[in-house]
């Protein structure tokens, strides 16, 4: 139980002690946990609703709970609440198999005597002085999205890494090597401080935006060169240290929090929080590729801070994109005071490799600012060979002019050429924040697959073949593609699949081939159930898709649509929803399909019903009403008919209660 009182002062967290007797609160107080907490929703509209729901990371208690208020407000003294674990979450860590309370009676700040203080668990805040320098968390690069995980996806910035160090109401600003770049980036370290923020580490990157509003990293160099930083954008995504405690054990999700709760009403527009995208790995990154942008980074929503290269962190490009070093350079041939080609290599295995050239994608006055700087870096000698059939240049030998390993550049390239030269390369930019030494050929690495089996995660293998098979020509989409979102909502659709039989629509040739249902196991499925025969007389066994790997299996085999019944296992003749599926005709605005789920609810709620809607998947809606599983099919059905036939005859200009196209011209078919 909990019990709603006045606003306190956020000092009085740490109060502890006795309250006199005859005192408001009287009697002994302590805390028993602390933490952070997340709201799931907007908490100002739970509150006023009575139902206030979020997350926990606390020393003692996590997962996600919920407030219910049993009095409305003003119907007593004071408004009384019960605190409520939510299901399906552990309340404690998983490992905590006893009663938490009696467990961990004491305060998390003042144990009592005898009692050592309990140690911060894997996940807590702990007290720490703020460090001088930082270590930056780094990302794999993945050949592919990951199917399943908790991941936090944002867009993938094409710009500089920095982190901020604010110490004193001072701010400086660190590059990924450990550079400062306090005054080259002054604009965006005052901006900071005229924020007034606590002690802290930020972690962000640092970008200019084009006249789309789309980062542009040519602008950004141009503007950091010229000391045009005014304009610069600072977006920050991770907070690492604040305020005396350190939060790189603290799950990614919280510390996103703890920054979004530093910079909220803060804001401005050089300073801005990286909004997570709400959309699955696949969906942001094809979303990216369409705006033209470099690529998503997605995180593990629960996992800590590491100063080092992490698959808690992953990157997924658009297009193939790193940074080599020039070795050397090539004079245009009409104009030989610009670079007409730069030479390029990467490290492995502690030497340099050849990377071929790149001859494009800088202006003319880019081309000549490079030529300037190179030459005074040229050397007698080459830093390394081309290999055999990786030519420097399209240039005669001796054309080339070698130079010191020491710049690094960005490269957007079409991909590996076998005798190990990129093709189709584009210069992207000068990348002074990144050190030579640390330029190695990436290489996508695969996403580990999601080992839990709580919710609707795949936890047994299911192998895709032909995964490249593209299932839909107008958009592309692949079978591969079908796979990971179906891995994305199982958590969404099994409570809806795993207790009623199911039809599958399969598409072999594509959803613009043949199709065909089936409602019956032709071999074993992992994740299906069949049913006992005996459950449907006189019928082939029914499936029941009860398990992610069903989802994943059924891709397999090409279903592109899963079919529920209206009743579910235990009782397959009593119904326990209805579904009136409003199909628009030709000539049906949206709107009008909007005002007619709109009519369908009120007319079943004039009849004690209450509905909730869906998407059909095609043009139309979907009004699902729920019911006590207490009538027979015919009954159901009955009265469902008698539901449409009203609404047409009622609404001859709105609805139709006869299938076929040419009925349904200008008006909504119900089914």
Wanted: glycine residues 8%; charged residues 25%; proline residues 7%.
């Amino acid at each position: 139980m909990a019990v709603r009182v006045e606003d306190h002062p956020l000092s009085y967290r740490s109060f502890e002690g006795g309250i006199p007797a005859g005192h408001y609160g009287a009697g002994r107080v302590i805390v028993w946990d602390q933490g952070y907490w997340r709201p799931l929703g907007d908490p100002r509209d739970g509150l006023a609703r009575g139902k206030l729901t979020f997350e926990l990371e606390g020393e003692k208690l996590r997962g996600a709970w919920e407030l219910i208020r049993t009095l409305r407000p003003g119907s007593s003294k004071q408004e009384t609440w019960l605190l409520i674990k939510r299901r399906g979450d552990a309340a404690v860590r998983p490992s905590d198999e006893f009663d938490v309370i009696t467990a961990m009676p004491d305060s998390v700040l003042s144990p009592a005597p005898g009692r050592p203080r309990r140690a911060a668990r894997p996940g807590s805040a702990r007290r720490a002085a703020l460090p001088a320098r930082l270590d930056l968390q780094l990302a794999t690069l993945a050949a592919e999205p990951p199917a399943g995980g908790d991941w936090v996806v944002e867009h993938k910035l094409d710009g500089y890494r920095i982190a901020a160090r604010v110490q004193r109401g001072r701010v400086a600003l660190f590059t990924r090597a450990g550079h400062d770049w306090t005054d080259r980036l002054r604009p965006l370290a005052e901006a900071l401080e005229a924020l007034k923020l606590p002690p802290a580490w930020l972690d962000g990157e640092v970008v200019a935006l084009n006249e789309h509003g789309l980062p542009d990293f040519n602008r950004l160099q141009n503007a950091i060169d010229n000391a045009h930083t005014g304009e610069l954008v600072f977006f920050l995504f991770d907070l690492p240290f604040v305020n005396g405690q350190d939060l790189r054990e603290v799950p990614l999700r919280a510390r996103r929090g703890q920054l979004q709760a530093l910079l909220a009403a803060r804001e401005t527009q050089q300073l801005r929080f990286s909004e997570a995208l709400p959309a699955s790995p696949a969906e942001a990154l094809a979303a990216a590729c369409r705006l033209g942008l470099e690529g998503v980074m997605l995180k593990r929503a629960d996992s800590p801070y590491v100063g080092r290269r992490s698959d808690s962190w992953l990157k997924l490009k658009c297009q193939q994109r790193q940074e080599f070093i020039v070795i050397g350079f090539t004079d245009r041939r009409d104009a030989p005071e610009e670079v007409g080609a730069l030479l390029l290599a990467y490290h492995e295995a502690g030497e340099l490799k050849s990377a071929g050239a790149v001859g494009t994608g800088w202006s003319a006055a880019q081309g000549r600012a490079l030529h300037r700087q190179l030459a005074r870096q040229e050397t007698a000698e080459p830093a390394t060979v081309a290999t055999p059939g990786n030519r420097w240049s399209r240039r005669a030998p001796g054309s080339e002019r070698w130079v010191k390993p020491e710049m690094v550049v960005e490269v957007a390239f079409g991909g590996w050429a076998p005798e190990g030269r990129i093709r189709h390369a584009v210069f992207r930019g000068v990348r002074a924040d990144k050190a030579p030494a640390g330029v190695q050929r990436e290489a996508a690495q695969p996403v580990r697959a999601a080992s839990t089996s709580a919710g609707g995660r795949v936890t047994a293998p299911v192998v895709i073949t032909h995964p490249d098979r593209v299932v839909d020509a107008t958009s592309g989409l692949r079978k591969i593609d079908v796979v990971r979102y179906l891995e994305s909502v199982a958590d969404r659709m099994l409570p809806h699949l795993r207790q009623r039989p199911v039809s599958l629509v399969r598409a072999p040739q594509g959803v613009a081939g043949q199709q065909f249902f089936q409602k019956h196991a032709e071999a074993p499925m992992a994740g299906v159930r069949v049913l006992d025969a005996e459950r449907w007389p006189g019928h082939a066994p029914l499936l029941v898709v009860s398990r992610a790997e069903g989802l994943v299996e059924a891709a397999q085999l090409n279903v592109i649509e899963f079919h529920t019944w209206n009743a579910t296992t235990r009782q397959l003749r009593r119904p326990d929803r209805v579904v009136f599926d409003l199909d628009p005709g030709e000539g049906v605005p949206w709107s009008q399909v909007k005002e007619a789920a709109l009519l369908m609810r009120t007319l079943l709620e004039e009849l004690g019903l209450r509905g909730w809607l869906k998407t059909s998947g095609g043009k139309g809606l979907h009004v699902v009403v729920p019911l006590q599983a207490r009538r027979e099919d015919d009954e159901v059905k009955a009265f469902a008919k008698a539901v449409t036939l009203h609404m047409a005859r009622t609404l001859p200009q709105r609805f139709v209660a006869k299938s076929g196209p040419a009925n349904r011209v200008g008006r909504i078919f119900i089914d």
